[in-house]
T-cell receptor, first 111, second 113 residues
């Protein structure tokens, strides 16, 4: 089993739609969770950190489910500019500052 | 704004050459990382450094070495480049905590012929 797993997609959705991605992680001791966004041929950039209580930033909502070991990202009212690959990132719980990246979920928002 | 720069965007080398990839960050970050990104495999950690002259192996260190002589600079060295090291190489840095955002450089696309 991969340490961090994501559905690669692509998720093709119309503008204005709501779309959700899940990401599962294998190490129950993991402490920190993030969603990064990566545009084509660009570097990853932090979209949002994921907190235990869940958090929202505008149209984006992140949730953590420790019991089932997954995190989710919900995007409401999708925009064309949301088209990108979304990377799930989990910190390694071994005591070092190591982050495990998922392979990413590709989103295409269609006009 | 945090800035992480990498010495080259594109690089073409021949098998057996020694290759140096340079990364510089301007925000006095403690931690620096080198990843490679390949289709279907995502980002994989090669090495990271948590202080000057300190380094730890990541998941795929074979065929690579690193150098951190100054806090702002982290170099990745391919001792003898091979075709399976053709990849996108991304450098990142962060302040030091596990909850801290990583800031990435623009990447170096290396092709080994």
């Amino acid at each position: 089993r991969k340490e961090v797993e994501q559905d690669p997609g692509p998720f093709n959705v119309p503008e204005g739609a709501t779309v959700a991605f899940n990401c599962t992680y294998s190490n129950s001791a993991s402490q920190s969770f993030f969603w990064y966004r990566q545009d084509c041929r660009k570097e990853p950039k932090l979209l949002m950190s994921v907190y235990s209580s869940g958090n929202e930033d505008g149209r984006f909502t992140a949730q953590l489910n420790r019991a089932s070991q997954y995190i989710s990202l919900l995007i409401r009212d999708s925009k064309l500019s949301d088209s990108a690959t979304y990377l799930c990132v989990v910190n390694d719980a071994s005591g070092t500052y190591k982050y495990i990246f998922g392979t990413g979920t590709r989103l295409k928002v269609l006009a | 704004d945090v800035k992480v720069t990498q010495s080259s965007r594109y690089l073409v080398k021949r098998t057996g050459e020694k290759v140096f990839l340079e990364c510089v960050q301007d925000m006095d970050h403690e931690n620096m990382f080198w990843y490679r990104q390949d289709p279907g495999l995502g980002l994989r950690l090669i090495y990271f450094s948590y202080d000057v002259k300190m380094k730890e192996k990541g998941d795929i260190p074979e065929g690579y070495s690193v150098s951190r002589e100054k806090k702002e600079r982290f170099s990745l060295i391919l001792e003898s480049a091979s075709t399976n090291q053709t990849s996108m190489y991304l450098c990142a840095s962060n302040v030091g905590g596990r909850r801290d955002e990583q800031f990435f450089g623009p990447g170096t696309r290396l092709t080994v012929l």
